[in-house]
């Protein structure tokens, strides 16, 4: 009888039998806003195409019995037409999407993180798959750069209001454009941040409910970020507090 709200990551490729061969959504995201800066379309697309064979991949074994599973694939094919052209036009537009503005780029009027993208996506299928409408929860907030407590308290709102209407909410994790810019502020990880600070945001800002903080995760917890630290540890255990700690949880109540 509770109500609940998803934060979503990006889809992974985590089962690959050769650990070379794994990779997720971001890190290619990563390397597609590169090529744009490289002005290297060929590759970008390519890459795109890539990933969207992924996904596809990905629904159809998530799906398989589901009776929404044409639809979604259907959205699916129509969300990477939209990155496929912001592509190309962000090329012959001379757009440059640098780590400085979050991998931003700007097509048919609309500005959106190219590292966004990812969590976006996955959000929005799971909001076409299970949700209703008004479901799906816009973390991006592109209109101005705004503070982290801005932010966190403006997804609060908007996801508390979701689930007065319905018992669901589902959201990206992430929240940019973030003043200071989320590599500076985050580096990776921004799909937990986001998901902390949410709940952080809800106990301070909805006292009379009763909030549990759940944490799902596909990989280990580790003491750095890997892709920085050559001496990285994996966390076999890990105490509340420096949950708290890792997740940005200090909200003030417990």
Not at 42 to 47: C, F, H, N, S, Y
Request: charged share 30%.
């Amino acid at each position: 009888g509770g109500k609940w709200i998803y934060v979503f990551s990006a889809f992974k490729n985590s089962i690959a039998e050769n650990p070379s061969d794994r990779w997720n959504t971001t890190d290619i995201l990563i390397e597609i806003a590169e090529k744009i800066n490289q002005k290297d379309e060929k590759i970008a697309l390519e890459k795109t195409k890539e990933l969207e064979e992924f996904y596809k991949e990905r629904i159809k074994t998530e799906l398989s019995d589901h009776s929404e599973k044409e639809e979604v694939l259907s959205f699916l094919k129509e969300e990477f037409e939209k990155l496929q052209n912001a592509i190309t036009e962000s090329i012959s537009g001379w757009q440059i999407p640098s780590k400085e503005n979050d991998y931003s780029i700007t097509f048919d009027d609309e500005t959106f993180s190219i590292m966004w993208w990812g969590e976006m996506l996955v959000s929005k299928i799971y909001s076409e798959t299970f949700g209703k409408e008004n479901t799906w929860i816009d973390t991006y907030g592109i209109e101005e750069k705004k503070s982290i407590e801005t932010i966190r308290n403006e997804v609060a709102e908007k996801a508390m209001h979701a689930i007065e209407r319905e018992n669901i909410a589902f959201v990206p994790g992430y929240s940019g454009n973030l003043d200071g810019w989320l590599f500076r502020k985050v580096g990776r990880g921004y799909s937990d941040w986001t998901a902390g600070n949410l709940y952080a945001a809800i106990r301070k800002k909805y006292p009379e409910e009763n909030v549990a903080f759940m944490l799902k995760k596909l990989y280990n917890l580790s003491s750095a970020d890997p892709r920085e630290v050559k001496a990285v540890q994996i966390l076999t255990h890990i105490s509340y507090e420096l949950l708290l700690q890792r997740y940005a949880l200090f909200s003030g109540q417990r």
